[in-house]
């Protein structure tokens, strides 16, 4: 449900007031990016799962990235087979971001591991190189609230074996559902009429019901958007679409990001895939005179 909005009294969000749709946390600083990544390479809605945007824009330059699989039986209305070449590439491109972000977490784990034998027991600072990546992965997943002790405040915390060791072994959750996501396993539908909206207008990317292994994406919208936007919306749709408790949406661009239950919401783990694999998000084409808004 991506959107240029902001918060209205009543709750919900109104569009217009921004010039772009960019994915940018609020505490994300481009030094911290460069230091991981060097150059780019709760309340439960009946919107779960959906991504929201502006009507078709120009069309994007398309890959041709092949995998051989089966896509669901289709009507006229819902025929996948003039979309299965940038569903594939889109494909390709979310198990990349993937496999590089379950790489970042071995690159990770290697960091604690040197520290923690460098300690022998005794407290130790804990470096800049862990320090940043923990605050990055803390800004998408709030671990810090499950730590079972003091958070790092800089790269002058000390820490004992132990404490390095928690310092890792609190992202076992995140971990085991970037390896459990298997975005090929998921059946995809297209549907390619006119992008349902929601209650404010907005125009709807994609959807997927927690849990069920398919997704639906609605093609006059998505098609329209960036490669890595593709990427991203279709990645989020099978986060969705693997884990039943990945059933609510808090969304980067809103100010209680990445939300109450962050380790289940599907936005954190595309967009911190893209940064794991890209070093930058993905953006949301806005076309002029569309109105844009998340319920």
């Not at 076992?172 to 059946?187: P, Q």
């Not at 940064?275 to 998340?294: C, D, K, Q």
């Amino acid at each position: 449900m991506y959107a240029q909005a902001s918060k209205t009294e009543n709750g919900h969000t109104s569009a217009g007031q921004h010039n772009s749709l960019f994915i940018q946390p609020s505490v994300m600083r481009e030094n911290t990016i460069s230091t991981f990544f060097g150059q780019p390479k709760e309340q439960h809605s009946s919107n779960q799962g959906k991504f929201f945007v502006s009507s078709a824009a120009q069309k994007v330059s398309q890959t041709t990235t092949k995998v051989q699989r089966q896509v669901t039986d289709t009507t006229s209305s819902t025929d996948c087979n003039d979309f299965q070449t940038e569903i594939e590439a889109a494909e390709n491109m979310a198990r990349e971001w993937v496999s590089d972000a379950i790489g970042w977490f071995g690159e990770y784990r290697e960091l604690i591991r040197n520290r923690a034998q460098r300690s022998e027991n005794r407290l130790l600072i804990i470096g800049r190189d862990i320090y940043e990546r923990f605050q990055l992965l803390d800004q998408h997943f709030n671990i810090s609230s499950e730590l079972g002790l003091n958070s790092p405040t800089s790269a002058h915390s000390r820490y004992d074996t132990e404490g390095f060791m928690r310092l890792y072994n609190v992202t076992a959750f995140i971990r085991r559902r970037y390896r459990g996501v298997n975005i090929t396993s998921k059946v995809y539908n297209c549907d390619n009429g006119p992008c349902p909206t929601g209650e404010q207008g907005a125009e709807t990317l994609g959807e997927a019901v927690a849990g069920s292994q398919e997704y639906t994406l609605f093609t006059r919208c998505w098609n329209a958007q960036s490669e890595p936007t593709k990427a991203g919306v279709l990645l989020h749709e099978c986060f969705h679409a693997a884990f039943t408790g990945f059933n609510h949406d808090t969304y980067s661009f809103e100010s209680n990001y990445p939300g109450g239950s962050a380790q289940t919401n599907a936005e954190s783990y595309a967009v911190f895939a893209a940064l794991a694999s890209t070093g930058s998000t993905y953006r949301i084409i806005e076309l002029e005179g569309s109105t844009i808004s998340v319920d």
